[in-house]
């Protein structure tokens, strides 16, 4: 079920949220009400309402198998109202897109007409539109309104994804109308990866995004509809794994010796020595994975193309096996049909499910109280960043206020840095951060005040000023931080506890208030993994503020070969160097 989303009509934009780097509003057919919005309410541009979900509903429908599914305001759109148009478009309006319906019929199709349902209250939740949109809650959605809090979330990079554990596996990609091939995916297990960002007990499934708009859901257990694909699965207990499968050849099939009628591409390396009707022999079994390499290379990043289309497949995408596996089939679009295996609607086709150019996970349903975040970052900023979020139903707990969740602190009650009797995790004046490059985390701990805002970030990251940037690697990032309630003027020292050794001959930088990369001498410079800084707000070296407001704020990081050196070190021979190295 090969799917390529196509905006019809009312359709607002992409089905998800994307930055103002990014495509804000995927267009298509004409499509003009995104700009009619954002033309009303201009600093809506990337935010969630930037979106399809604004005037689109998801629900029940009956797909063309006959069969009764769900789907969010995407695929609910495309199984009603149809890629040829032959539903009614109305069907997959909410409250908030009827109204704009009628109003633009009085109006005309502009932003007047969205401005003349501002004092409505479309979606009957007690609020008006207007106050929906200020609010960042959708205006079509009773569940959705002024006064939740935003969902939790984490940030994953591609050196943390790697750093997870990686799993390969050789499988079939079976399509139902572009073409067949057989591949080795590598990625992290995608139980894994929601196990990591702390997946609540209450959690049923999950949606994957990306940034051409399409959305697709995947239930975490085992249900018998060949359509959905599962996460969990292959794991000690589990009363349901995926299958085996079988390696089917026919010559037929080939697309190497038959290009003008052959539909599967066995052309990938992986393919090499195996046999017709062999099995399949997958270490740990076939998984549903977050991969990032395909043949053991990193898959080419997507890109809209000329027709507005996905092309490319990476920096992530989300592969599942077939749950009922089959031969590579003809493609439905195929005139010949008289060949060894044709086109079966009924067959498992998986590749359709396996979305490209994953930038976004929620994880359902949304605790109560909670509304989706607001991602004003994601979507081809995340693709060319090489990240990915989570959020939703996972575990929100900061303990220590210092926005770093629990489930990346961690929470071994028997780690106290200062020996307060305070564990780390919930002591404010520690956090204890992942960096970018993998699963390692670094502490921090401040002699004074409390930390706040915590993150760590790659050098590169889109935040981070770049000119006049040391020709240094950052093997550990960026830390970016906020020191707070300090009595203005203060002094305060920070200890940086790194994974590992530091070298003797390392150095650290910040970026100061002017965006200048400054050195700061640091203290401890013995060869462990101990340094300490001297910050003193208002003071313009070390406090990137510049203000002696009562908290330092400072985002730097320990520097150690030249980027020029490093890459002609055998010890950091690729891309993921780590001496032991985007979020926010």
């Known amino acids: 079920m090969k799917r390529n989303v196509m905006i019809f009509g009312l359709l607002l934009v992409i089905c998800v949220c994307w930055g103002v780097e990014a495509f804000a509003a995927y267009h298509h057919e004409g499509e003009s009400d995104s700009d009619n919005f954002l033309t009303a309410y201009p600093s809506k541009l990337g935010t969630k309402l930037d979106s399809c979900n604004l005037c689109h509903k998801g629900g029940e429908y009956v797909n063309e198998k006959d069969k009764l599914v769900y789907g969010g305001s995407c695929q609910y759109c495309h199984g009603t109202y149809g890629y040829d148009g032959h539903g009614d478009i109305e069907a997959t309006l909410n409250a908030y897109g009827v109204a704009y319906k009628v109003s633009y019929g009085v109006n005309g199709r502009n932003a007047t007409a969205v401005k003349a349902i501002n004092t409505a209250d479309s979606d009957e939740d007690g609020y008006t539109n207007a106050a929906e949109i200020a609010a960042n809650t959708y205006p079509g959605n009773a569940d959705d309104y002024p006064g939740l809090t935003q969902a939790p979330y984490r940030i994953y990079t591609m050196g943390q994804l790697e750093a997870l554990g990686?799993?390969?596996?050789?499988?079939?990609?079976?399509?139902?109308?572009?073409?067949d091939f057989y591949a080795e995916y590598t990625g992290v297990p995608m139980r894994t990866l929601l196990d990591d960002a702390g997946i609540l007990e209450g959690a049923t499934g999950i949606w994957v995004y990306a940034p051409d708009g399409w959305g697709q859901t995947h239930p975490l257990d085992y249900v018998e509809d060949v359509e959905y694909y599962h996460v969990y699965g292959n794991m000690p207990g589990e009363s349901y794994q995926y299958p085996p499968a079988t390696y089917y050849w026919d010559e037929m099939a080939d697309i190497a010796l038959n290009p003008d009628s052959g539909w599967c591409d066995y052309s990938a390396p992986s393919c090499t020595g195996r046999s017709p009707g062999s099995s399949i022999a997958v270490s740990g079994g076939l998984k549903a994975i977050l991969a990032y390499k395909r043949e053991g290379a990193y898959m080419d990043a997507g890109v809209l193309n000329d027709e507005n289309s996905l092309d490319g497949e990476g920096p992530f995408r989300v592969v599942v096996p077939q749950k009922d596996p089959n031969a590579p089939d003809q493609s439905s679009k195929s005139g010949d049909q008289d060949v060894k295996w044709?086109?079966?609607?009924?067959?498992?086709?998986?590749?359709?499910?396996?979305?490209?150019?994953?930038?976004?996970?929620?994880?359902?349903?949304?605790?109560?109280?909670?509304?989706?975040?607001?991602?004003?970052?994601?979507?081809?900023?995340?693709?060319?960043?090489?990240?990915?979020?989570?959020?939703?139903?996972?575990?929100?707990?900061d303990s220590n206020g210092n926005g770093i969740l629990d489930s990346e602190e961690g929470t071994d009650a028997t780690k106290d840095f200062d020996g307060d009797g305070t564990p780390d995790y919930q002591d404010s004046d520690t956090a204890s951060v992942r960096h970018p490059n993998g699963v390692e985390n670094v502490l921090l701990h401040t002699s004074d005040g409390n930390l706040a805002a915590v993150s760590c970030v790659a050098d590169d990251d889109p935040s981070v000023p770049q000119t006049g940037k040391p020709d240094q690697t950052f093997p550990y990032g960026l830390n970016k931080f906020q020191i707070t309630d300090l009595t203005p003027g203060a002094t305060v020292t920070l200890q940086i506890q790194f994974p590992a050794a530091v070298p003797t001959t390392a150095k650290y930088y910040k970026v100061n208030a002017l965006g200048t990369w400054i050195e700061v001498p640091f203290g401890s410079n013995d060869g462990d993994a101990l340094i300490s800084l001297t910050l003193t707000d208002g003071d313009a070296a070390t406090d990137g503020d510049n203000a002696a407001d009562g908290t330092i704020t400072d985002p730097g990081g320990i520097a150690t070969l030249s980027t020029s050196d490093s890459s002609e070190s055998s010890s950091s021979s690729d891309d993921n160097f780590c001496f032991i190295s985007s979020m926010f």
């Open 166 to 179: 990686a799993h390969t596996q050789f499988m079939l990609m079976n399509t139902s109308r572009s073409g």
């Open 342 to 397: 044709p086109y079966v609607e009924a067959w498992d086709h998986n590749a359709g499910s396996c979305s490209r150019s994953a930038t976004i996970i929620k994880v359902e349903p949304l605790p109560e109280g909670m509304t989706d975040i607001d991602i004003y970052e994601a979507g081809w900023a995340y693709v060319d960043q090489k990240k990915i979020i989570v959020y939703g139903a996972i575990d929100g707990t």
